[in-house]
Structure formats: C-alpha cells, structure tokens
C-alpha cells in the first residue's frame, strides 16, 4: 500500500473512531413510520432534533446538481430497494470540496459513493431531512467507498397519489427519499411558473393517478434559469421516468424529481399546441372573439378543435372547427352578453396511426381558459375572481386597467395594494411594480394599467405602465375568523386574498404561536382565539423582506429580535399568550399558506404582552393629516399613559433627528412645522421615558 492510501485509510479510521460515540441507525429505522400513524395522517420521523446519530447510504446523485442553497443538498438510500430506505441529506454550513478527503463536505459527493454521515433529523414542510452537524464531530461526512451502482425502485402512481393528487401516507411514504421509476404515464398537463422561467408537468396512469415532475435538479431547468431542458406536451407518453420521490406540505402529493435527461425514456409525441391568444382581452357584448394558437406534429396535424362553454358550471361546449394558416390555427367565439364568464380549450389530434390527442388547457383535468364581457371595462373582482379550483385569474399574462383605492403603500407596508370599492369579496389586488407607485398614499382613489400574474398562486398585477390619482375612497375592513386562514382554500379564504380584512374575536385575538415554522423560522407567527392549538388561527409575517417575502418594515411585533424594522420602529419580540382587541392588514399568500401583513402599528389594537402589568402594555393611536402635506401637519393622537412625559420625535429616512416636540397630554392634537423640511418621506415616534415607544408612523412632505 503507497503512502497515500496508508494514510487515507488511517485517517478513515480514525475518524470513524472519533465518530463512534454516536450510535449508527439505519435509514430505515431513521424513516420508518407506523401504519398506524400514517392512516392518521402523521409521517414524521420518530427520531428527536437533538438526538445525534450516525447513518449510512450510497449517494444517489452527483454533488452540485440540486439547485437548492447553492447544491448543498443530496439524497442517499440503502439500495436495496426495501421500504422506507432513502433519505434526504441537506448540509446549511460549508464544507471541503476536495474528493478523497476522508471528512469531505457534501460537494464533493458523487453518484454511488458510499458515506456515513453523523448529525440529527429534522422534518422541513412535510420532508425528513438529515442535517450533518456543523463542528462536532469535525468530520461529519466520511466516504466510505464509490463506484456503486444506484438502482431504481420499481412503483406505480396508484401507490403514491390519486386522481386529485392527493398523496396516499399508507402506500407511498416508504418511498419517501428513493430513487424510484414510474412507467406508462401520459402528460396531463405542462405548467409553467417563475413568470415562465421554469416548468413542472403532470403525468397520470391508466387510471389517471396523477403526479408532479418537477425541476429540483439543474439538468430539468429551461434556458431562462441555466438548463437545457425542453417541455413536453399534453399527450405526450413516457414509456418510463426515474427520480428521486419528494413530499412536502405543498398540497402537490409526492413528487417526483428526474436527476439527469437519462432518467425519462420519453414514448410518441401528441401535436403541440403554443401560445395562445385572444384579439379581445376584456370583450363587450358585440365582440366576437378570435382564439389563436400554434399547433405542430411531426406526422402532421389532422383536426384542431375550439371548445367553449358560457357560464362557470356549464358543460355545454360547442366545438367549433379551428382554420389553418401554416401552424397558425383560430376559430371564433360568438358574442356574449355582458358580464357572462366564457371558458374555452384547444383539442388537437395528429396524422399519425395512434391518433395522439391534446388538449390545451386539459378539461376536465385542469381549470380551462376565460375571459369576463364587460361593456364598462374591467373591474379588479373580474381579475381575481375564478369559480375553478386553481384560482388563477382568467386574465393571466393580460395588460389590464382598474380602479381602486390605495390600502397599502410604500410609506406603511412598503408595498401597494389597492381594493375596489363596495365589494366585500375578490376585491383586493397587489401591485407589485412599475412605474408611478413610489407616489401613491392609502386612502387614494387610483387607476392602474399593468399585466396580471400568477406569482406561486398569489394574483398580482406587475409591469405598471400608468397610474392615474383620481382623489380619494375609503376601504372598511372585512370582520372575518382567524381560524378560516388556517388553511388555504378556493372558497374559503381565495375570496379574501390582497384585501383588508380584521379579526376581532368576541373575548379578544391571541398569539397562539409564536414561530410558526419552528425549528426553521421566516418571521411568521400564529394568531387566533385559541392558545391550546398553536396550528390553528391565521399566520402573521412582519418585520422580513425578500424578493419573495413582502412584510412591513413599520411594524413593532415581531416574532425574534433578528428582524429588523425601518428606524424609529421599536421591537416587540411577540410571546404565545399575548393580547389584543383586534388585528388588521392585507391578506397575502405565498409558500402554500395564507398569511396577514399588518401595515405598521395601528394596524394593533390595544396589545397586551402576556404578565405585563405596567409600561409598555398598551400601544397608543395616533393620525397625522394632511399626508402629504408642504408647510403644517397635524396630529391626533391618544395615549395609553398617565404622564405628562411624552415626546414627538420625526426622523429623517436615515435616521436623523429633524424635530422633538414635548407633549405635554395624553390626548389631544399638535401641529408640526415641517416648512423647513426638505421633500420627501419622513418617520415620526411617540414615547415615553416610562413606556418607550408607543406609535410610529410615517408622512411625505412636498415642496
């Protein structure tokens, strides 16, 4: 034996030595699951966070693949094909990248090296993960060996989903983390998100249990975000696919993940049916409207249907043949009465002996395509509202105009949304970018022209091209149950999504949870009206923004003293038991879940932290007006104290101490001189040497 192997293999001894401590599991017992609580509904590993343990497996894929937290992220397996054998391994702290190093980080790894790893288990969104621990021991990962072949297990559909692909526990849990193979599938539909950046698909058997594939590794990523990877369409059959088997708290059921293009062994190919289009976007009841779309097949393309119904639950469609134009098809749809809701979808069959069909959107499988008649022009009810299961706006990828008023702005939750009036349902939509919104305050009367999407099942309009004041609306919150956002639903709580709604519970609203993501935590807790079950309520966010997290940076009551509000903004660090009378902001949803976004702190309605009984138990009130304003502002305010040591301070958006006035009430009105102040937005702050800080909020001054 050379040098180098002598000492590769010592130092393998001994850190598998050093390693020893912690006693070796199999993935197996790690996984397994009893029938019985799978039948109820829990799949969760049995092993504790904190309990350190070694295991062993063979690495399904190559390092570097997964495009999750920079790749750090790998599956193993006992590859032996036996139940509950693969698990997923997700490493959050650096490691070594050089192979053969004994203590090697995961992004050394490649296919069929043999590892033993030491570290805990963890259950993040539905999925056991295996976490190696960060310094103790200081070789986590140790490589055994490589060159091993990984197989596949072979499992049908019907083990794993149903039709509505809804994940079966019982049957399709132990698969949870393998590498498995599906065959004889057919795609039912090809669903692009990311605005058209990426792209997952569904698949169904013979009896049409139906899974995701999706495009967790890079080799399944389009163009747009690094990838090679061209979709299939409906029709298309896949004689059989592999992939590592994932189930998350997503409402997808298990999903599969193909690792290399070599994974599917795709079957005959349906004709293709691509962008399609309608002359009209917001028809009056004159209109005939053209549907266009480009159809193309190898064999050739021998019949291409329009199918249309008028009237959300009818099934009355009539087929109208589509003209050819090369691979131009279009055929038209009558004119329709006002306000009807008019849903459409292509059918195409090929030339070819096998007579493949596709179906564009595929009914019934899938929500078809509509359109609203308005002879007055759109309102935002009609972009919101879907009478179908997905509740994707019929106007997605549309430039569209409508009119609300502004109930939250760059100058509260740091983001516009607007409502439209006298609409208790489907009335709120966020306004995500574009030109003109720097401006806008809450409370005015606005029209909006900007495209609608779909952003991970949140309606939004984006790409704002004009925005025209109109003066000014009021908005009254919607009084609705906390506990009726504990879950996402179509009928539930879809109607309530970007508008203002209040909870109010008769004997007051509570912190029932502070983290609800815990052991991970994204700036959420729970509230609702009962302590005793910290899953119930409606989750809150505040206090985190990111390109895909959008709370207010203006809000005291945050769920750790991490996050960080705008200068001024005092930090509450909430705690499970705290009061208060009532709860207002936006409804949002994002991550599968619904969530509220208090605007700033008059959002709060007398807070109370649990076993205070003196400074800082209730919050006070206060309204500055005009806003904006050039030379005066005024200020109602009232406080909860009973001393005459209040101060008014206004900061600048850096920070900077521009005024301090001494209150001497504790109710009253005070008016500031901001004649000097230059233009732009500016922070004020009540508090009191006993109380701290009791209000913020923010005006504009303009010159």
Same mark, same amino acid.
């Given at each position: 034996?050379?040098?180098?192997?002598?000492?590769?293999?010592?130092?393998?001894?001994?850190?598998?030595?050093?390693?020893?401590?912690?006693?070796?599991?199999?993935?197996?017992?790690?996984?397994?699951?009893?029938?019985?609580?799978?039948?109820?509904?829990?799949?969760?590993?049995?092993?504790?966070?904190?309990?350190?343990?070694?295991?062993?497996?063979?690495?399904?894929?190559?390092?570097?693949?997964?495009?999750?937290?920079?790749?750090?992220?790998?599956?193993? +397996?006992?590859?032996?094909?036996?139940?509950?054998?693969?698990?997923?391994?997700? +490493?959050?702290?650096?490691?070594?990248?050089?192979?053969?190093?004994?203590?090697?980080?995961?992004?050394?790894?490649?296919? /069929?090296?043999?590892?033993?790893?030491?570290?805990?288990?963890?259950?993040?969104?539905?999925?056991?993960?295996?976490?190696?621990?960060?310094?103790?021991?200081?070789?986590?990962?140790?490589?055994?060996?490589?060159?091993?072949?990984?197989?596949?297990?072979?499992?049908?559909?019907?083990?794993?989903?149903?039709?509505?692909?809804?994940?079966?526990?019982?049957?399709?849990?132990?698969?949870?983390?393998?590498?498995?193979?599906?065959?004889?599938?057919?795609?039912?539909?090809?669903?692009?998100?990311?605005?058209?950046?990426?792209?997952?698909?569904?698949?169904?058997?013979?009896?049409?249990?139906?899974?995701?594939?999706?495009?967790?590794?890079?080799?399944?990523?389009?163009?747009?975000?690094?990838?090679?990877?061209?979709?299939?369409?409906?029709?298309?059959?896949?004689?059989?696919?592999?992939?590592?088997?994932?189930?998350?708290?997503?409402?997808?059921?298990?999903?599969?993940?193909?690792?290399?293009?070599?994974?599917?062994?795709?079957?005959?190919?349906?004709?293709?049916?691509?962008?399609?289009?309608?002359?009209?976007?917001?028809?009056?009841?004159?209109?005939?409207?053209?549907?266009?779309?480009?159809?193309?097949? *190898?064999?050739?393309?021998?019949?291409?249907?329009?199918?249309?119904?008028?009237?959300?639950?009818?099934?009355?469609?009539?087929?109208?043949?589509?003209?050819?134009?090369?691979?131009?098809?279009?055929?038209?749809?009558?004119? +329709?009465?006002?306000?009807?809701?008019?849903?459409?979808?292509?059918?195409?069959?090929?030339?070819?002996?096998?007579?493949?069909?596709?179906?564009?959107?595929?009914?019934?499988?899938?929500?078809?395509?509509?359109?609203?008649?308005?002879?007055?022009?759109?309102?935002?009810?009609?972009?919101?509202?879907?009478?179908?299961?997905?509740?994707?706006?019929?106007?997605?990828?549309?430039?569209?105009?409508?009119? /609300?008023?502004?109930?939250?702005?760059?100058?509260?939750?740091?983001?516009?949304?607007?409502? *439209?009036?006298?609409? /208790?349902?489907?009335?709120?939509?966020?306004?995500?970018?574009?030109?003109?919104?720097?401006?806008?305050?809450?409370?005015?009367?606005?029209?909006?022209? $900007?495209?609608?999407?779909?952003?991970?099942?949140?309606?939004?309009?984006?790409?704002?091209?004009?925005?025209?004041?109109?003066?000014?609306?009021? @908005?009254?919150?919607?009084?609705?149950?906390?506990?009726?956002?504990?879950?996402?639903?179509?009928? $539930?709580?879809?109607?309530?999504?970007?508008?203002?709604?209040?909870?109010?519970?008769?004997?007051?609203?509570?912190?029932?949870?502070?983290?609800?993501?815990?052991?991970?935590?994204?700036?959420?807790?729970?509230?609702?009206?009962?302590?005793?079950?910290?899953?119930?309520?409606?989750?809150? @966010?505040?206090?985190?923004?990111?390109?895909?997290?959008?709370?207010?940076?203006?809000?005291?009551?945050?769920?750790?003293?991490?996050?960080?509000?705008?200068?001024?903004?005092? @930090?509450?660090?909430?705690?499970?038991?705290?009061?208060?009378?009532?709860?207002?902001?936006?409804?949002?949803?994002?991550?599968?879940?619904?969530?509220?976004?208090?605007?700033?702190?008059?959002?709060?309605?007398?807070?109370?932290?649990?076993? @205070?009984?003196?400074?800082?138990?209730?919050?006070?009130?206060?309204?500055?007006?005009?806003?904006?304003?050039?030379?005066?502002?005024?200020?109602?305010?009232?406080?909860?104290?009973?001393?005459?040591?209040?101060?008014?301070?206004?900061?600048?958006?850096?920070?900077?101490?521009?005024?301090?006035?001494?209150?001497?009430?504790?109710? $009253?009105?005070?008016?500031?001189?901001?004649?000097?102040?230059? *233009?732009?937005?500016?922070?004020?702050?009540?508090?009191?040497?006993?109380?701290?800080?009791?209000?913020?909020?923010?005006?504009?001054?303009?010159?």
């Amino acid at each position: 034996m050379n040098k180098k192997l002598l000492s590769l293999a010592c130092f393998l001894v001994m850190a598998i030595a050093a390693n020893a401590q912690y006693p070796l599991k199999t993935i197996t017992e790690v996984q397994t699951v009893s029938q019985q609580d799978l039948a109820a509904g829990n799949d969760a590993s049995s092993f504790a966070i904190t309990d350190t343990i070694r295991i062993r497996g063979v690495v399904i894929m190559d390092a570097g693949l997964s495009t999750i937290v920079g790749g750090k992220q790998i599956w193993i +397996q006992t590859n032996d094909g036996s139940a509950f054998s693969g698990i997923d391994v997700y +490493q959050p702290f650096p490691g070594s990248t050089t192979p053969g190093d004994g203590g090697t980080g995961i992004l050394s790894l490649v296919e /069929g090296d043999s590892v033993e790893i030491t570290g805990h288990v963890e259950e993040f969104q539905g999925e056991t993960e295996f976490v190696p621990n960060n310094t103790n021991p200081a070789t986590p990962i140790i490589l055994l060996g490589g060159g091993i072949t990984v197989k596949a297990k072979l499992v049908t559909a019907a083990e794993l989903n149903d039709i509505n692909r809804n994940n079966i526990l019982t049957t399709g849990e132990q698969y949870e983390g393998q590498y498995v193979e599906l065959r004889n599938l057919t795609v039912s539909s090809v669903d692009y998100f990311s605005n058209g950046a990426r792209v997952s698909f569904n698949v169904i058997d013979a009896s049409g249990n139906k899974m995701n594939i999706s495009d967790r590794f890079s080799s399944f990523r389009l163009p747009a975000t690094g990838g090679t990877f061209v979709p299939p369409v409906v029709g298309d059959f896949i004689n059989s696919i592999k992939g590592v088997l994932l189930h998350s708290k997503n409402n997808r059921g298990y999903e599969l993940h193909p690792i290399k293009p070599a994974d599917v062994v795709w079957g005959a190919s349906a004709p293709s049916i691509s962008g399609i289009t309608r002359n009209f976007v917001v028809p009056n009841n004159t209109n005939s409207v053209m549907i266009s779309a480009n159809i193309t097949d *190898q064999e050739g393309v021998d019949t291409a249907v329009l199918y249309y119904a008028v009237g959300a639950t009818s099934n009355s469609y009539i087929a109208v043949p589509m003209s050819a134009n090369g691979n131009l098809y279009t055929a038209n749809i009558a004119a +329709q009465a006002d306000g009807s809701l008019v849903k459409y979808y292509i059918m195409a069959k090929d030339a070819s002996p096998a007579n493949l069909t596709s179906r564009i959107p595929n009914v019934p499988a899938e929500d078809p395509k509509f359109y609203v008649v308005r002879n007055n022009g759109l309102t935002i009810y009609d972009v919101q509202y879907s009478p179908f299961k997905s509740g994707n706006s019929g106007f997605v990828d549309q430039a569209v105009t409508v009119t /609300g008023v502004v109930t939250s702005s760059v100058s509260d939750l740091g983001y516009v949304h607007i409502q *439209q009036e006298n609409q /208790g349902t489907y009335a709120g939509i966020f306004v995500a970018n574009g030109t003109g919104l720097s401006t806008l305050l809450t409370g005015e009367k606005v029209t909006i022209t $900007g495209t609608v999407k779909e952003y991970f099942g949140l309606t939004r309009l984006e790409s704002v091209t004009s925005v025209t004041k109109n003066g000014s609306g009021v @908005i009254t919150p919607v009084v609705v149950e906390a506990d009726s956002f504990r879950f996402q639903s179509p009928t $539930g709580s879809e109607p309530y999504e970007g508008m203002v709604v209040k909870f109010m519970p008769t004997n007051g609203l509570y912190i029932i949870n502070q983290n609800a993501d815990d052991p991970s935590n994204f700036a959420e807790y729970r509230v609702g009206k009962d302590t005793t079950d910290a899953g119930a309520g409606c989750r809150v @966010i505040a206090g985190r923004q990111t390109s895909t997290s959008f709370s207010s940076l203006n809000v005291s009551y945050v769920n750790d003293s991490s996050w960080t509000p705008n200068a001024g903004i005092d @930090i509450i660090v909430v705690k499970k038991g705290d009061r208060m009378n009532s709860l207002t902001g936006i409804m949002t949803y994002s991550f599968s879940n619904l969530k509220l976004l208090p605007r700033n702190n008059n959002d709060f309605d007398t807070y109370t932290a649990l076993g @205070i009984t003196s400074s800082f138990v209730n919050k006070g009130k206060a309204v500055v007006y005009p806003n904006p304003a050039t030379t005066n502002l005024n200020l109602d305010y009232i406080m909860p104290v009973n001393s005459a040591d209040l101060m008014l301070t206004v900061y600048d958006i850096f920070g900077r101490v521009v005024n301090t006035t001494t209150l001497t009430e504790t109710t $009253g009105t005070v008016k500031i001189d901001i004649s000097s102040l230059s *233009q732009g937005t500016y922070i004020y702050s009540i508090s009191s040497a006993s109380a701290g800080v009791l209000n913020n909020g923010r005006f504009v001054v303009t010159k």
